[in-house]
């Protein structure tokens, strides 16, 4: 099994800063695609950040130019810099990672269970 685990949620106000890390671990043979997605109360999960192992990065427009994400292949971790926090950032994150178990198994999204991020104004 896989587990991914994130860290780094809390109250910030607006303007504010915070990094979120998300750690995987259990049987991994390889991770593709590394990411972030968010839910606001009442509203649906989107997709905040993504990098692939080469490196390739993509963010939602709402985060563009204030929040960075990379990673550390070989620790099986990305994080996500959050700059210029507003409070329409409030949001559970979860971590999401496209991992393949075996070299002969298919690649699974796996999710974390969210860290909570406030904003306030």
């Known amino acids: 099994q896989v587990q991914l685990v994130e860290s780094g949620g809390g109250l910030v106000q607006a303007g504010g800063s915070l990094r979120l890390s998300c750690v995987a671990s259990?049987?991994?043979?390889?991770?593709?695609?590394m990411g972030w997605n968010r839910q606001a109360p009442g509203k649906q999960r989107e997709l905040v950040a993504t990098?692939?192992?080469?490196?390739?990065?993509n963010y939602a427009d709402s985060v563009k130019g204030r929040f960075t994400i990379s990673r550390d292949n070989a620790k099986n971790t990305v994080y996500l810099q959050m700059n210029s926090l507003k409070p329409e950032d409030t949001a559970v994150y979860y971590c999401?990672?496209?991992?393949?178990?075996?070299?002969?198994?298919?690649?699974?999204?796996?999710w974390g269970q969210g860290t909570q991020v406030t904003v306030s104004s």
């Open positions: 990098q692939t192992s080469d490196g390739d990065t």
């Open positions: 259990g049987s991994i043979f390889s991770i593709n695609a």
């Open positions: 999401n990672a496209a991992v393949q178990t075996a070299r002969w198994r298919p690649t699974y999204n796996y």
